[in-house]
Each structure stands twice: as structure tokens, then as C-alpha cells.
């Protein structure tokens, strides 16, 4: 049974800064593709951010470059999105997922790209 499990949302002023937290456990390694989406009311969920397996090569959204930062702690299998200088656009439910087993170099940046899916965590940036 794979479970991951958002943390970190919440309500924050414009520049500000959030850091989320996905926790893994099951059989997702430490070593698994990871990617952060988000959906806010009315859209469509989108790509924010992910890391390829192994941990060596992470991609952002360009709204988010330069803002978001994913990192990785192996020893506790847990994945974080680190946001900074926040805007009212970046509201939205946050999601983690994960991709299955082995899978290159690649950060994948669809939601069919991935296997399982946390629960999500919201985040409001007000102005």
C-alpha cells in the first residue's frame, strides 16, 4: 500500500514563504520520480515542479522558477517544495505524486505520468 501525505499548507501574505511536505511510505523508495501539481477552483491541475529519480535533476513551471525549489531527505522519504515570494496566483490545493519503479533521468510533468497521488494540501496567498 503506497501513501503519501501532504503538509505544510496554509494561509500566508503575498511574499511570503510556504514549505511543503510529502511524505512516502509503502513501496515507493526514496529514489522514485516525484512531481508537485496544484488545482485551483475552475482549472485544470498543473504541473509545479518535479524531481527524477534519483534525485539529481529537478524542473519547474515557469511560474515558479526561481520561486519554488524541490529538495529531498532520503533518510525520512520525504519530498519538499519550498516556496518563496508567493504571490495571490499561486493559490491553489497542492499535490504530490509519484511514478512506479525506475525511471531514468526524466522529470515528468504530466499527471498521466504518475502512479499515485496524495491527498493535497491547501495553499492561500492573499494580496
Known amino acids: 500500500q503506497v501513501q503519501l501525505v501532504e503538509s505544510g499548507g496554509g494561509l500566508v501574505q503575498a511574499g511570503g514563504s510556504l514549505r511543503l511536505s510529502c511524505a512516502a511510505s509503502?513501496?515507493?523508495?526514496?529514489?522514485?520520480?516525484m512531481g508537485w501539481f496544484r488545482q485551483a477552483p475552475g482549472k485544470e491541475r498543473e504541473f509545479v515542479g518535479g524531481?527524477?529519480?534519483?534525485?539529481?535533476?529537478?524542473y519547474y513551471a515557469d511560474s515558479v522558477k526561481g520561486r519554488f525549489t524541490i529538495s529531498r531527505d532520503s533518510a525520512k522519504n520525504t519530498v519538499y517544495l519550498q516556496m518563496n515570494s508567493l504571490k495571490p496566483e499561486d493559490t491553489a490545493e497542492y499535490y504530490c505524486?509519484?511514478?512506479?519503479?525506475?525511471?531514468?533521468?526524466?522529470?515528468?510533468?504530466?499527471?498521466?505520468?504518475?502512479?499515485?497521488w496524495g491527498q493535497g494540501t491547501q495553499v492561500t496567498v492573499s494580496s
Open positions: 505524486a509519484a511514478r512506479r519503479g525506475y525511471s531514468g533521468n526524466h522529470v515528468y510533468t504530466r499527471t498521466y505520468e504518475y502512479d499515485y
Open positions: 509503502g513501496s515507493i523508495f526514496s529514489r522514485n520520480a
Open positions: 524531481v527524477a529519480w534519483g534525485g539529481d535533476n529537478t
